[in-house]
């Protein structure tokens, strides 16, 4: 029992992350570069490590309203992350579809379409609230893995 | 029957096995932090590998639905067995004899690209384009690097051969031996541009950054382990871990395999020492000072420089006795 809760302590400090551009303006997509790719903002220090491919990811990190032309592509690629899995949605389009509201191309926020975990809002967020972001979102990890 | 439990427990325990995985995932657990440390940034506590291997172990697999299955399935196994066996065969310098035969240098030929041969197994049968291109680029890459490595075994085993009477020696055991009495070839000037060769063929062995080309995450999304999950991913990642060690212990092995005064722990730990100081010149400083190259530069690259210091070390070794 005690071998099982350590292992499970040890996984729960690898997250790897994915991000997923859901017809974002890129703004978020530069932040979350910024985020982890400076030696500023060091997110490796968390043990996290962004991956190329959606079958090694942990934790997902979605900018962008989810627009109708991207809406089944962003599903597929969510359902390909294998379990457990955490959803961040990065910026105030997920979270409520932003200066988008009731366009007749967005078929509605993000946790209509997936669940999601943890919302950081801000147009875009500070790399500090997106780090605040994915530290909650280890949180969650732990209690999933 | 003894004789059999004694094989299983150095393949499964000692030379091969636990030690080589642990040591293999600590070095690089340093790698990555000594790359951070020279971007001057945190990074992640140097048992991170440990960590992502334990969570990868958890995780859930996704089979690729129009992928050859049993082939997917077979293709990390095929790896990790490969370099089991090559840590076993693989001498540690006052600690571990190795498989004191005849050729086992040559048997260590065949099994050093078995990750290599694992990895265009797994593009090829993921059914995924990017899985194909980057299967495609790792035979280059293979082809590439194998022809510098052949020079470098055989000037090391013309080297210790001629030295000892023959013709050529193909025994791991052999060479440490001569190299115990007669000092370390690296420090013999004929083999200096052999040395160098080895240098550059470790990060190509390693797919480390600059011809990190057949998992490159930017542009074909790490390829051949692409469609990888779970504990398939973390066959692969323990299987590269292994031939981490294997690689550098090889250098060790051929160029500088003395021995420091003291029991088979201080030994073992001065191996660990010598693999790391390689590691951290041939892997870390590379990969934090360059970026990648492209598939034409790295075969190009690989069949002008490493393969001409090979060949003079070779030429070298054949005329002055």
């Not at chain 1, 490590?49 to 032309?69: M, Q």
């Not at chain 2, 191996?271 to 990969?287: D, E, N, P, Q, Y």
Request: glycine share 10%.
């Amino acid at each position: 029992m005690q071998i099982a809760e350590k292992l499970q302590s040890m996984a729960a400090r690898s997250p790897w992350l994915y991000r997923i551009n859901a017809g974002s303006c890129n703004g978020c997509d530069v932040e979350l570069a910024t985020t982890a790719l400076i030696p500023r903002y060091d997110v490796e220090r968390l043990g996290c490590k962004y991956c190329g491919s959606p079958k090694h990811a942990d934790i997902v990190l979605i900018t962008g309203p989810v627009t109708a032309a991207v809406k089944d592509k962003v599903l597929r690629v969510y359902n390909e992350i294998p379990d457990p899995k955490v959803t961040v949605a990065v910026g105030i389009c997920p979270i409520s579809g932003g200066v988008f509201r009731d366009s007749y191309s967005i078929p509605g926020p993000l946790d209509s379409i997936i669940p999601v975990d943890v919302n950081v809002p801000g147009c875009p967020p500070r790399p500090q609230a997106i780090i605040e972001g994915v530290a909650k979102a280890l949180a969650i990890w732990k209690t999933r893995i | 029957m003894k004789e059999l439990f004694s094989y299983a427990f150095h393949m499964l325990v000692f030379p091969g096995g636990v030690f080589a995985l642990c040591l293999g995932l600590l070095l690089k657990g340093v790698d990555r932090k000594v790359l951070a440390r020279m971007q001057r940034r945190v990074g992640p506590p140097i048992l991170q590998p440990f960590f992502d291997i334990v969570k990868l172990g958890r995780k859930e697999t996704i089979l690729p639905a129009s992928g050859h299955t049993p082939m997917f399935r077979f293709a990390p196994i095929l790896g990790f067995m490969g370099m089991m066996v090559a840590a076993m065969v693989l001498p540690i310098p006052g600690v571990w004899n190795g498989a004191e035969g005849l050729g086992d240098m040559l048997m260590m030929l065949y099994l050093l690209p078995m990750p290599a041969l694992a990895l265009m197994l797994a593009g090829s049968s993921s059914s995924s384009p990017y899985g194909a291109i980057g299967a495609s680029r790792e035979m280059i890459l293979m082809f590439a690097y194998e022809i510098p490595l052949l020079a470098v075994i055989l000037a090391v085993a013309f080297k210790v051969g001629h030295a000892t009477g023959g013709v050529a020696e193909f025994s791991f055991a052999k060479i440490v031996e001569y190299q115990l009495q007669n000092g370390s070839l690296i420090f013999d000037w004929t083999m200096f541009p052999a040395f160098l060769a080895f240098l550059m063929f470790i990060p190509g062995t390693l797919g480390s950054v600059p011809f990190d080309l057949a998992e490159a995450e930017t542009e074909v999304l790490e390829g051949p382990l692409l469609e990888y999950s779970g504990p398939g991913l973390a066959m692969f990642h323990l299987g590269a871990a292994l031939k981490m060690v294997v690689v550098m212990g090889l250098g060790v092995v051929m160029f500088f395999p003395g021995t420091i005064p003291g029991g088979w722990i201080t030994n073992m730990g001065w191996f660990a020492v010598k693999c790391m100081l390689l590691m951290l010149f041939s892997v870390t400083l590379v990969r934090a000072a360059m970026g990648r190259l492209r598939t034409d530069q790295t075969f190009k690259f690989y069949l002008k420089y490493p393969a001409t210091l090979a060949y003079v070390s070779l030429g070298l070794t054949y005329f002055i006795r």
